[in-house]
């Protein structure tokens, strides 16, 4: 695609577009519930509407006992504050409403459920030691068929599981265990075919794209970084995903079609790693939106010599039903931060991401996390605004 300088202040126009939510800096949303969506930053667990804006639901607990401290040290926002100018924004929490009045939470490798709408929290699970440090990915969770769904994210030699509770997130038990995949990436359900769907990485044999039989992952195609994906978007007639691969010297947008080729189409192109996705109803068509990642670091699974080709801003990439998503417009694109230690040798900082969330009736949720510039960290673009740029401006020259 054509690269294109983003202002750091306004997140390459979406500023004209959105409205910025003032939930505060490193906020990051999670979903929406009955008109709400539900955001954290740090431990601190909130909601927003568009009458009563921002409310402060609660705080997820930290554990008991003599691992008190360190726990604060690594989740906490003292820490992190302090190491930001060097590191940049870093984020060890995920968030995600389920039924009713229930919500699950991860900080770090512990997993918290609250049955009050954010009140009170317990521990119902500790994650493999293991798992990165975020514990899992923010798709790693969806409902499906009366049950929930959690896809373990492990970094080592354990094997590769999704978990299944049947009782709303109190108790967990493994539903899929492999070794043939390095970790899974998500797990999805599909309101169209009604399919439970997950997406796993790294390396080419690793990464596939497939849904849940029983206890079994079933690809529907592996064997290249095409099928290496983190989100997924479902649209009546199709999956549509892009490449999590940060070497690739140009990353795929893919549309694989229900009951058509076993293949999926390259639909489109960009500079970085896609990682989220969204969809939204517009005026009869549905537009689907993928967020990509300016990452820093070198991939541990490339193949030799095959070093970080990423971009230097996460961008957020929309397209629609009506051409098939063929056609993709820019909607936003963030820098990366430039903290101190980016300048110096040995010293790990933290990549760009832009997390979404959709609602029908509310619209499309941007949420930059570590951009450079004084970015607003959620910004609500309605729907109409969504449908306006491909008529304002031009399709990426993507295929």
């Not at 003599?66 to 984020?91: E, I, N, Y």
């Not at 195609?221 to 549509?240: D, E, I, K």
């Not at 909607?331 to 990366?336: D, K, N, Q, T, V």
Request: glycine share 14%; aromatic share 8%; with cysteine.
């Amino acid at each position: 695609m054509d690269r294109t300088d983003a202002d750091p202040t306004t997140g390459n126009g979406i500023a004209a577009r959105g409205e910025p939510l003032g939930l505060g800096t490193e906020a990051r949303v999670a979903g929406v519930r009955d008109g709400r969506l539900y955001w954290t930053r740090g431990r601190t667990v909130g909601a927003w509407t568009p009458g009563a804006g921002r409310v402060t639901l609660g705080t997820l607990p930290t554990p008991e006992g003599g691992a008190d401290a360190a726990f604060r040290l690594r989740h906490g926002r003292l820490a992190k504050g302090l190491l930001r100018p060097l590191v940049g924004s870093w984020t060890t929490t995920n968030l995600w409403p389920l039924r009713g009045d229930a919500l699950l939470a991860t900080v770090g490798h512990r997993v918290f459920r609250s049955g009050d709408d954010g009140r009170s929290w317990a521990p119902v699970y500790r994650l493999p030691d293991s798992s990165g440090p975020m514990g899992v990915l923010p798709t790693s969770l969806c409902l499906h068929g009366g049950d929930v769904y959690l896809a373990e994210y492990t970094l080592g030699d354990d094997p590769a599981r999704i978990l299944r509770s049947g009782d709303g997130g109190r108790t967990w038990e493994t539903r899929v265990e492999t070794t043939a995949v390095r970790h899974f990436h998500g797990v999805f359900s599909d309101p169209y075919g009604g399919d439970l769907w997950a997406t796993s990485g790294d390396a080419d044999d690793e990464s596939a794209v497939g849904t849940i039989d029983g206890d079994e992952f079933v690809r529907a195609g592996t064997g290249s970084q095409r099928w290496r994906a983190v989100g997924l978007a479902f649209t009546p007639s199709s999956v549509v995903w892009g490449m999590d691969c940060s070497y690739a010297s140009s990353v795929e947008l893919l549309r694989l079609d229900r009951g058509g080729s076993a293949d999926p189409i390259t639909v489109g192109r960009t500079d970085a790693s896609a990682y989220y996705a969204a969809t939204l109803p517009v005026d009869g068509k549905r537009w689907v939106a993928v967020a990509t990642a300016a990452e820093v670091g070198a991939d541990s699974t490339a193949p030799e010599g095959r070093g970080n080709r990423s971009g230097d801003a996460a961008r957020v990439l929309v397209a629609s039903s009506a051409s098939a998503y063929e056609e993709w417009y820019e909607l936003a694109a963030f820098p990366r931060r430039r903290p101190l230690g980016a300048r110096v040798p040995g010293v790990p900082t933290a990549s760009t991401y832009v997390f979404l969330a959709a609602d029908e009736e509310l619209g499309l949720f941007v949420n930059p996390f570590n951009a450079r510039g004084d970015v607003e960290s959620v910004i609500r673009v309605p729907s109409e605004e969504i449908a306006r740029v491909a008529d304002e401006t031009p399709a990426i020259d993507g295929r």
